[in-house]
């Protein structure tokens, strides 16, 4: 059974750091792709930043092109999303989302991050709040 955990998250001041982290068990990460995503009630799921499994390429929205890294660490089958610079704006809740179908293997991270990407991943995390606030 596959489990993925988010953590993490917390209340941060603008202009400081969080580094979230997304652990997976009954799975190894490095067979599919990955993604982070965050929303606000209200608000559709966006995507944050995607890895590809078929080459590890990245991608991320321009609101955090800059300030957010997305890494990975197979030895721990575990996803970082390391956040600088945060703004009142990044708050949310922030979720990891694993275990794409290998019949897209080849689909780049920009993919993985859409819409259409996003709903092809099979597992995700509860989620970790990200408060960014004075």
Same mark, same amino acid.
């Given at each position: ?16 750091s969080?580094?979230?982290s ?20 209200g ?16 991608y ?10 997305i ?9 970082y999303l390391?956040?600088?610079s ?5 708050? @949310?809740? /922030?979720? $990891?989302? &694993?275990?794409?179908?290998a +019949?897209?293997?080849?689909? !780049? @991270?920009? /993919?993985? $991050?859409? &819409?259409?990407?996003q709903? +092809?991943?099979?597992?995700? !995390?509860?989620?970790?709040?990200v408060?960014?606030?004075?």
């Amino acid at each position: 059974q596959v489990q993925v955990v988010e953590s993490g998250g917390g209340l941060v001041q603008p202009g400081g750091s969080l580094r979230l982290s997304c652990a997976a068990s009954g799975f190894t990460l490095d067979t599919s792709a990955i993604g982070w995503f965050r929303q606000v009630p209200g608000k559709e799921r966006e995507g944050v930043s995607c890895i590809s499994s078929s080459d590890g390429s990245t991608y991320y929205a321009d609101s955090v092109k800059g300030r957010f890294a997305i890494s990975r660490d197979n030895a721990k089958n575990t996803v970082y999303l390391e956040m600088n610079s945060l703004k009142p704006e990044d708050t @949310a809740t /922030y979720y $990891c989302a &694993t275990d794409s179908p290998a +019949e897209l293997s080849f689909a !780049g @991270a920009y /993919y993985w $991050c859409s &819409t259409y990407g996003q709903a +092809e991943f099979r597992s995700w !995390g509860q989620g970790t709040q990200v408060t960014v606030s004075s």
